[in-house]
C-alpha cells in the first residue's frame, strides 16, 4: 500500500470484525469488504431500482447501481489525493444505498409512513446496515457479511443533503467516510444535471443561472470553442463543473486538517466537526445548483407521476401482505418488519410484478 497519511485508517489497524474469521489470502481487509458487497444479492438489485428516473425509464439514464459506482470512482480519486485508504473509501460508497427502496426516496417516504402505524421507521441508511449486518445469507456462521468496523461507522454516519441531514452522531465520521459524504453529493449533482437535460427537464438557460455551470462552460468553451458537438458540449461542461467541485473540496480540507492540528486519526475522532468540506464560496453554488435540480428535476412531472404511483403500490403491496399473511411469499411468520425487509429489497420491476398478482 502506498504511504497513507499519518489520520489515514490503516489496513493493519482496523478493529476488525463482529465475528472473528481467519483468512490465508492476502487480501487486505477493507478490500475483502468492498468484495463481499459487490457480490452480495442486495448490490446486483441495484442495477433495476429508481435513482431518480424509474429503473428502465431510458438506456442511459442512472440507476442505483451506476450511481453508487460513480461515488466509488470519485471517492477513490478524493482518497488518493488526501492520501486515505481507498479500500475504506470504495466500500463505504459501494454499500451506502443498500438499503434503498424501489423508486427511489419517495419509496423510502412510503415505507416510513407505514412502519410509523407499528411504532416503527425506516430510513434507508439504516436499511442498508442490517443488510450486511443480518438480511445477507452465505456464510454458515453468522448472519450477514461481517463488514469491518469502519466500513459499519461509514455507513451509520453517512450523511448528504438528502441523508440523514441534521441528525447528531456522538463523533463525527471518520475521514474516510466523510470523503464518502461529499462524494455522493458530487456525484449526484453531477449525473442528475445529465439526466434532467436529457429528460428536458432542465435546459442550459436554466443552468446559466446557476454560477458553477456558467463557470465551467465558459472553461469548456474556451478549451474547445463554439463549434463541438452539442453531446459532447454537454459532457465536458459537467465533467469541468465536477473537477472544479473536487478541486475545491480537496484544497478546503486540506486547509481545515493543517489549520486544526490533525495528526493522527485519535485527532480526526475528536474534532467537533466536520474537516472534509467545500469551502463556503462553493457551498453557496452548490445549494444553488442543488435547488435548481429540485425545483425542475425532481418536482418535473414525469418523475412525480411515476415515483408517487410507485409509493401507492408499496404502500398498497404492504398492506395486502399484512392482512392476507398466507400469501406473502416468504416461509415463517408475518410481521412489519419482515414485509418491510421484504418489499425494501424489491427493484422497480419486481414490485410491479408483485402488485399485478394481487
Not at 48 to 63: M, P
Not at 191 to 217: F, M, P, Y
Not at 255 to 274: C, D, P, R
Request: with cysteine; net charge negative.
Amino acid at each position: 500500500m502506498r504511504d497513507l497519511a499519518d489520520y489515514a485508517i490503516k489496513d493493519r489497524e482496523s478493529r476488525g470484525r463482529r465475528f472473528e474469521e481467519i483468512f490465508d489470502d492476502g487480501r487486505a481487509p477493507f478490500q475483502r469488504d468492498k468484495d463481499r458487497i459487490i457480490h452480495s444479492k442486495a448490490f446486483r438489485r441495484l442495477d433495476r431500482k429508481t435513482q431518480v428516473l424509474v429503473a428502465g425509464s431510458g438506456d442511459h439514464y442512472r440507476t442505483r447501481m451506476t450511481h453508487s459506482l460513480e461515488v466509488a470512482q470519485i471517492a477513490r480519486d478524493l482518497a488518493r489525493r488526501l492520501r486515505l485508504n481507498e479500500d475504506l473509501c470504495e466500500a463505504i460508497a459501494l454499500a451506502h444505498d443498500l438499503g434503498h427502496t424501489p423508486f427511489g426516496h419517495a419509496g423510502q417516504d412510503a415505507l416510513n409512513q407505514v412502519m410509523q402505524n407499528f411504532g416503527e421507521s425506516f430510513e434507508h441508511n439504516e436499511q442498508s446496515r442490517r443488510i450486511v449486518e443480518v438480511l445477507e445469507k452465505g456464510y454458515p456462521t453468522f448472519e450477514g457479511l461481517n463488514l469491518t468496523i469502519e466500513t459499519i461507522d461509514g455507513l451509520i454516519k453517512h450523511q448528504t443533503a438528502y441523508d440523514q441531514e441534521g441528525k447528531q452522531f456522538d463523533k463525527f465520521a471518520h475521514l474516510e467516510a466523510q470523503i464518502v459524504n461529499v462524494s455522493d453529493e458530487v456525484a449526484y449533482m453531477n449525473h442528475d444535471v445529465d439526466d434532467g437535460l436529457r429528460l428536458g427537464a432542465l435546459t442550459v438557460e436554466d443552468l446559466d443561472q446557476v454560477l458553477i455551470w456558467k463557470s465551467a462552460r465558459l472553461a469548456t468553451e474556451d478549451k474547445y470553442g463554439h463549434g463541438i458537438d452539442l453531446v459532447e458540449y454537454r459532457e465536458r461542461v459537467i465533467s469541468t463543473m465536477m473537477s472544479m467541485m473536487i478541486d475545491d473540496f480537496c484544497r478546503q480540507t486540506e486547509a481545515n486538517i493543517e489549520e486544526h492540528g490533525i495528526k493522527t486519526i485519535g485527532h480526526v475522532s475528536e474534532f467537533e466537526g466536520l474537516l472534509a468540506d467545500f469551502s463556503e464560496a462553493m457551498k453557496t453554488e452548490l445549494k444553488q445548483l442543488r435547488r435548481l435540480l429540485y425545483d425542475k428535476f425532481y418536482m418535473h412531472p414525469q418523475v412525480v407521476a411515476a415515483v408517487s404511483e410507485g409509493q401507492r403500490m408499496i404502500k398498497k403491496l404492504f398492506e395486502y401482505y399484512y392482512k392476507n399473511p398466507e400469501m406473502f411469499p416468504l416461509d415463517g411468520k408475518v410481521d412489519p418488519v419482515r414485509i418491510k425487509d421484504y418489499i425494501a429489497g424489491m427493484t422497480d420491476s419486481f414490485l410491479l410484478e408483485q402488485y399485478k398478482k394481487i
